[in-house]
């Protein structure tokens, strides 16, 4: 047999699509795209959902089961669908308001308990649907219209919250860097639990050229660090390098440094702490960043465990037998035989409380 | 071994019959009154009797010990006819502490049987208490039967050669009370020593000693001929059949089980921890290998959004909680009508508003349940009268939320999740299968799928699953095209589609059985209820009718849609009288839809009606 080929046309509906012209969820949902048509599964094995702002209208674009829910519920929703079906992809599609503020507490909660969903946040650093105020991962001191003054809020960085909340595969793209997006996709998609991508996405309407510092022609060469599972870490044309120094990960001039104290990475490092160093190289797209997979470790995925549970029960005590669990508190029968209209029961053991 | 338990009483204390009688037990939250109530419960249940219970417990799990706020107790009807409620005044009651007296001794019947634990009353417990004088030294007892047990001390006795130790000696205290019980009102005593038997089957010395002390507590009531008679209470002539005594939250996880069967869904249960909520959730986890998916979720946001997301999966999906989680699941319930998805969301009421009293009974979210969402979303509502009755509803709640594709509310409270009654079990096998037709196939031109295409009769739009081919199709909050399901800002599509979703709740009400009128139809007086008044309610009145009056009451299941005969019901009476554990949220309702000018009954006081407030309400209506 062999596989349905696809094309990224298959992908799409016939919706409008409503982002500003220029908008860097257009690459990403053009990544997102081709990357399934390049799968070959079938489309009714995906189901993308999302929550609230421009990101989360992207379901409406994919021709594939899909679902714009609430702002930042999200997470939770798909933890049902995966949990009730594991033979389903399920992807969530969420930015870094929905994601990070009001959806928060869901997003760490499904990376720890590692239920298999491609958690895909879309990080423009502002709220665009409700018209430009700073986000959870603004920079301190930005002049939005919610803070003329400039934000006093300290950031989140995304990749470091998801470490910390021990996801079991992180990593980091940027909107228009389709291949890397798409080998990033690629990976989440064989991955056995929750992935979680940051997309560096840019809002060329209320924060345009945030990332200018990766995606700029001078500086990207300076700044984008590519992280390479087994490879030593270096950049800026082999002219840096990354060391660790007292469980801390910085950059160093190459030529300053023994080649072996280069540090190698491994991001199937059973332990997230060099994954965590590596995220605080930076903490926003400022200067020297990385991007790729920082972790991608096994553990069992919640939705894997909770039905092997079911199916340990079943195989342990059968099927389920109704009349046998309306009676297992004990029961008595009443007959028009017995004196005063009853006789007395057995008790079964069970208990009332 | 069980045979070693005295089971029969060679004195010479002479019985009396009663057709019924009201017990409770009542002592500090760590004397195990809980237990001791619902084993004493157990075991008139399988003697044959009627009976109702009323668990009545702190917020705090150990409030300080012996303290006012630390009492907890547990009340149980029993007779030998079909009764209705737990009873309003104890014919006995078990006061293991002095806090327990004063917190419970003004509702003992006059001339009632008070059983107290001697060694918990000194100075300190006392004090504790508000007592200023030691009431068992005083007069402040006369009139009553009392007998004045040392249950430490006789406790200790009894469980020396067992090898307990430590704390765990007064442990059994409860079952030292619960076996003089068994005495004075000739209980069975098998079904103690078997239940205790198997609980405490890991714990071998723990079994011994309350075995031990149970048995010690019948022996005390032999040897000292506690009081000049014993007290027998015979079966009941219930209907024939098999029965089990069960409590609501329990019948209510078995429904919703039994409602998976029947719908051949998988049931996915998500929700958080919240009192009295969680027994629900307790009970399906046990069940596993009935394919239950229960999800303990980070929040009740969470809990109420892995449900849709089991709902859009294709499960029978459920989440629950009391007043404040269903607050705050509010958001996601309109979603949900908006989506256009089964889901079931179990309210079992507490005292409220905010935290309020967590472990109390109230009817004070119905309002809240019909209309207490943002935009127009009127989703169907159902209540639970008694606690065997959660079963059936259950199934009810499951049977409309796929039918007619929408989010249904189930309310529950307090009194019916922990109280719990005699069940007839119903022939299980005999309940009408709940149809479930996925959609399989394209349903529009050219082989494309129109996820909001309604069926004819019912205005439900399909249940489209992922992973059926072809059907691929997105869902969302924000308002669709009617038909294509496409999102949508126009207009008069916005009034079609409000218009629509009202128009296919409203209908459900030619589904709903019509309201049936128990007692006099010729009565000048109708009381309306809804949800766990329901055994007030029908024994006040039969306490009306023994005084020759003519009463009628009636009892909603369904409060959204109301059932189509509810008006010409009302207003064939020249009063209504609705009482309600709330400040008239029915009676609102009622105005509002009939212009009928009915008279509220309203308590808030954290516990059910008394029958005698309902029948002194109606003696004033008509007299």
């Given at each position: ?10 992908f ?16 990403i949902l053009a990544s997102v795209q081709m990357f399934l ?11 993308f ?9 992207f379901?409406?674009?994919m ?28 992807w969530?599609i ?26 895909i ?60 997006t798409q080998?990033?996709l ?168 | ?623």
């Amino acid at each position: 047999m062999t596989a349905p080929s696809y094309t990224r046309a298959d992908f799409q509906t016939d919706q409008e699509v409503r982002w500003c012209p220029g908008c860097g969820d257009y690459t990403i949902l053009a990544s997102v795209q081709m990357f399934l048509a390049g799968l070959g599964r079938p489309r009714e094995e995906f189901v993308f959902v999302s929550g609230i702002g421009c990101s989360s209208r992207f379901p409406y674009y994919m021709n594939t089961y899909g679902m714009h829910s609430i702002h930042g519920r999200a997470p939770a929703i798909a933890t049902g669908l995966a949990t009730a079906r594991p033979d389903l992809s399920v992807w969530v599609i969420t930015g870094d308001g929905d994601g990070l503020s009001i959806g928060g507490n869901h997003l760490i909660h499904a990376l720890r308990r590692n239920v298999n969903l491609k958690i895909i946040l879309f990080n423009n650093q502002i709220y665009g649907l409700t018209k430009g105020q700073y986000s959870p991962t603004s920079e301190v001191g930005k002049s939005t219209k919610s803070s003329p003054f400039g934000s006093v809020d300290f950031p989140f960085n995304p990749v470091s919250l998801a470490l910390g909340a021990e996801a079991t595969f992180v990593a980091r793209t940027l909107d228009m860097d389709r291949n890397h997006t798409q080998e990033m996709l690629e990976k989440a998609y064989e991955h056995e639990g929750s992935a979680f991508i940051e997309v560096y996405q840019n809002c060329n309407v209320f924060n345009d050229k945030a990332f200018i510092q990766l995606t700029g022609k001078d500086e990207r060469v300076h700044n984008r660090i590519d992280l390479e599972h087994g490879k030593p870490i270096v950049f800026d044309e082999g002219s840096k390098a990354v060391v660790l120094r007292g469980g801390e990960a910085e950059v160093v001039d190459s030529s300053s440094v023994d080649p072996k104290a280069i540090l190698v990475h491994d991001e199937s490092r059973p332990d997230p702490s060099v994954a965590f160093a590596l995220s605080r190289l930076s903490h926003g797209p400022y200067g020297p960043t990385p991007l790729g997979i920082f972790r991608n470790v096994k553990r069992d995925a919640y939705d894997i465990s909770v039905n092997a549970q079911v199916e340990a029960a079943r195989e342990k005590l059968g099927p389920g037998d109704l009349n046998k669990l309306i009676r297992s508190h004990g029961t008595w029968t009443v007959s028009p035989s017995s004196p005063n209209g009853s006789t007395k029961g057995s008790s079964n053991g069970g208990s009332s409380d | 071994m069980a045979d070693e338990i005295a089971t029969t009483d060679p004195s010479t204390t002479p019985t009396e019959e009663l057709d019924q009688l009201v017990i409770r037990f009542a002592g500090d939250s760590g004397d195990g009154m809980q237990l001791a109530g619902s084993r004493f419960t157990d075991a008139s249940a399988l003697f044959g009797n009627d009976l109702a219970t009323l668990p009545s417990f702190p917020a705090e799990i150990r409030a300080p010990a012996g303290t006012l706020p630390g009492v907890s107790s547990f009340q149980v009807q029993i007779a030998d006819f079909d009764i209705l409620t737990a009873g309003d005044a104890p014919d006995c009651l078990v006061a293991m502490n002095p806090a327990a007296l004063m917190k419970n001794f003004a509702d003992l019947r006059q001339g009632g049987t008070l059983i107290v634990n001697t060694d918990a009353f000194d100075e300190r417990n006392l004090a504790k208490a508000g007592y200023e004088t030691n009431p068992l030294e005083d007069e402040s007892l006369q009139g009553y039967r009392v007998i004045k047990v040392p249950m430490d001390e006789l406790t200790k006795e009894a469980v020396k050669e067992t090898g307990v130790t430590g704390r765990n000696v007064l442990r059994s205290k409860n079952f030292f009370a619960l076996g003089l019980m068994a005495w004075l009102f000739h209980r069975p005593t098998q079904p103690t020593i078997e239940w205790v038997e198997k609980k405490f089957s890991k714990l071998p010395e723990v079994a011994a000693a309350n075995k031990a002390a149970f048995q010690a507590g019948y022996t005390f009531g032999v040897a000292t001929e506690a009081t000049k008679n014993t007290f027998e209470v015979k079966p009941a002539a219930l209907e024939e059949g098999t029965y089990t005594n069960v409590n609501g939250n329990t019948a209510l996880a078995w429904g919703l089980i039994a409602a998976s069967q029947k719908a051949n869904l998988p049931l996915f249960y998500g929700t958080y921890p919240i009192t009295p909520a969680s027994d629900i959730l307790h009970e399906l986890s046990r069940h596993k290998n009935f394919g239950v998916r229960t999800f303990q979720a980070e929040d009740e946001i969470a809990g109420v959004g892995s449900a849709i997301g089991a709902a859009f999966a294709g499960n029978l999906a459920v989440t629950a909680s009391s007043g404040p989680g269903i607050a705050l699941k509010s958001e996601s319930i309109s979603l949900c009508f908006m989506l256009e998805l089964p889901m079931i969301v179990i309210n079992v009421q507490r005292g409220g508003p905010s935290t309020g009293l967590p472990t109390k009974p109230e009817q004070s979210d119905l309002l809240f349940s019909l209309y207490g969402r943002h935009g127009e979303s009127p989703i169907p509502v159902l209540a639970i009268a008694t606690p065997s009755e959660a079963f059936m509803t259950a199934i009810e709640a499951a049977r409309i939320a796929i039918r007619y594709m929408t989010p249904v509310l189930l309310l529950s409270d307090n009194q019916i999740a922990n109280g719990s009654e005699p069940w007839l079990l119903p022939d299980v096998d005999a309940i009408a299968p709940i149809e479930v037709s996925f959609a399989t196939k394209a349903n529009g031109p050219d082989g494309t799928f129109l996820p909001y295409m309604r069926n004819i009769d019912t205005f439900a739009r399909p249940w489209a699953v992922p992973g059926t081919p072809g059907l691929e199709h997105r869902i969302g909050g924000l308002e669709k095209e009617s038909v294509s399901g496409n999102v949508s800002y126009d207009p008069v599509n916005h009034q079609l589609m409000t218009d629509t979703r009202a128009w296919k709740v409203a209908n459900i009400a030619n589904d709903v059985p019509h309201l049936e009128v128990d007692g006099d139809e010729d009565a000048d007086i109708l009381v309306l209820g809804w949800g766990s008044t329901f055994g007030s309610i029908r024994a006040a009145a039969r306490k009306v009718r023994l005084d020759g009056r003519k009463v009628a009451t009636t009892h909603l299941r369904h409060l959204n849609p109301l059932p189509n005969n509810l008006g010409d019901v009302l207003r064939s009476y020249e009063k209504i009288l609705i009482p309600e554990m709330n400040t008239g949220q029915l009676l609102k309702v009622i105005r509002a839809e009939f212009l009928i000018d009915a008279v509220g009954l309203n308590k808030v006081a954290g516990e059910p009606f008394k029958v005698t407030e309902i029948t002194d309400k109606i003696m004033e209506m008509i007299k």
